[in-house]
T-cell receptor, first 113, second 114 residues
């Protein structure tokens, strides 16, 4: 049973525009959410995270929004750059215990110059 | 600061064989987690080690086992390999405490079982 879902396998945006990547989850026990970026032949690279007590977290061009009632989060990248082209994974965890991450299946972002 | 490293990069094994994958944690990190990423999927949690003890396990059979050493490096062992074990195996390290819950990943080991 997939507890974290990314329903868009791919997204293409023009350079300079906003990229919005979406993620839904089903487990209401999740209290920490993360976004990772992955280039081919590399491991996932941590981008940004958000705790369930917040609804927004910003880091430079990257902003994550959390809507707990809808069990939905999104990653906004503004402005998008060609170097942002990668696969983006949404992940969630329960911070007690092993704090293991549950990942979505990823969204491939292509930023067109 | 040295990041997470894994060896080997690629490995080809035959069904029924055994394999050992290795991971060195990022400096200062005492928790290691292993994930399996099948083609087109997100990483799936296998298990986690903290202070040389298994600290949590995902839905993987006992033929997947691990070790953590005093220097926080780790091994993943898989016995009786099956074709479906072909995947990218990712190691992630994280510090314990300090309010940090991010995990930092190595480049992975690509295992092919024929």
């Amino acid at each position: 049973d997939q507890q974290v879902k990314q329903n868009s396998p791919s997204l293409s945006v023009q350079e300079g525009r906003i990229s919005i990547l979406n993620c839904d989850y089903t487990n209401s026990m999740f209290d920490y959410f993360l976004w990772y970026k992955k280039y081919p032949a590399e491991g996932p690279t941590f981008l940004i995270s958000i705790s369930s007590i917040k609804d927004k977290n910003e880091d430079g061009r990257f902003t994550v929004f959390l809507n707990k009632s809808a069990k939905h989060l999104s990653l906004h990248i503004v402005p998008s750059q060609p170097g942002d082209s990668a696969v983006y994974f949404c992940a969630a965890s329960v911070r007690t215990g092993a704090n293991n991450l549950f990942f979505g299946t990823g969204t491939r972002l292509t930023v067109i110059p | 600061e040295t990041g997470v490293t894994q060896s080997p990069t690629h490995l080809i094994k035959t069904r029924g064989q055994q394999v050992t994958l290795r991971c060195s944690s990022q400096s200062g990190h005492n928790t290691v987690s292993w994930y399996q990423q099948a083609l087109g999927q997100g990483p799936q949690f296998i298990f986690q080690y903290y202070r040389e003890e298994e600290n949590g396990r995902g839905n993987f059979p006992p033929r997947f086992s691990g070790l953590q050493f005093p220097n926080y490096s780790s091994e993943l062992n898989v016995n009786a390999l099956e074709l479906d074990d072909s995947a990218l195996y990712l190691c992630a390290s994280s510090p314990t405490g300090g309010g940090s819950y991010e995990q930092y990943f190595g480049p992975g080991t690509r295992l092919t079982v024929t």
